[in-house]
């Protein structure tokens, strides 16, 4: 079956430590996205990348990093530097920038202590 | 950045249809309306999505004013698997970026 896999479903982190989740895609899509979503609250843009090798800023992405090596993988980590990384964070891909339809993983929530 | 307004919650009888209202009042004229809900602990799903008529699928139909400062979209007969949050989301055509508000939590009663 095509889709999006992120893992783990569950991280927990010691303050201070960098962490990175992953996201895998078999949807051949050229356009994939990381998004933030705290208790309660919508979507927030973090990064997001066009096609390989190249990705850009969303509205968030301070303490964030991001690469795009190959055209399935888009793996997020979150630096010591984000002030407040405690979140559900979700993946999407599309099979361009400009598709109607983003799909979404099944999210991984990332717990800092 | 264009906004949407929605209700907080809303509480539908099985069986029945629902109409989940939007209020977008700063749209632009290339601003397209798309429609994504959420199940719990889950990622967003695909609803539909529309920029001046209305638009019918399988899942919903989405009904757009005709001064496209709101839209409704409607289930024609909510089931307890459609209890969810919806979102309404407007997507800047220049940037393809989605602005996320914070939802309708839908409860479908059985």
């Known amino acids: 079956d095509g889709g999006i896999t992120q893992s783990p479903k569950y991280l927990f982190r010691k303050e201070g430590q960098n962490v990175t989740l992953s996201c895998e895609q078999n949807?051949?899509?050229?356009?994939m996205y990381w998004y933030r979503q705290d208790p309660g609250q919508g979507l927030r843009l973090i990064y997001y990348?066009?096609?390989?090798?190249?990705?850009q800023k969303g509205d968030i992405a301070e303490g964030y990093s991001v690469s795009r090596e190959k055209k399935e993988s888009f793996p997020l980590t979150v630096t010591s530097a984000q002030k407040n990384p405690t979140a559900f964070y979700l993946c999407?891909?599309?099979?361009?920038?400009?598709?109607?339809?983003?799909?979404f993983g099944p999210g991984t929530r990332l717990t800092v202590t | 950045d264009a906004k949407t307004t929605q209700p907080n919650s809303m509480e539908s009888n099985e069986e029945e249809p629902v109409h989940l209202p939007c209020n977008h009042s700063?749209?632009?004229?290339?601003?397209?309306i798309h429609w994504y809900r959420q199940l719990p602990s889950q990622g967003p799903e695909y609803v539909i999505h529309?920029?001046?008529s209305n638009v019918n699928n399988r899942m919903a139909s989405l009904a757009i004013a005709e001064d496209r400062k709101s839209s409704t979209l409607i289930l024609h007969r909510a089931t307890l698997r459609d209890a969810a949050v919806y979102y309404c989301?407007?997507?800047?055509?220049?940037?393809?970026?989605?602005?996320f508000g914070t939802g309708t939590r839908l409860k479908v009663l059985a």
């Open positions: 999407a891909s599309s099979m361009r920038q400009g598709a109607w339809e983003q799909y």
């Open positions: 990348s066009q096609i390989v090798n190249d990705f």
């Open positions: 989301i407007l997507r800047d055509v220049s940037t393809y970026k989605y602005i």
């Open positions: 949807l051949n899509h050229d356009a």
């Open positions: 700063t749209i632009s004229g290339t601003d397209y």
């Open positions: 529309g920029l001046t």
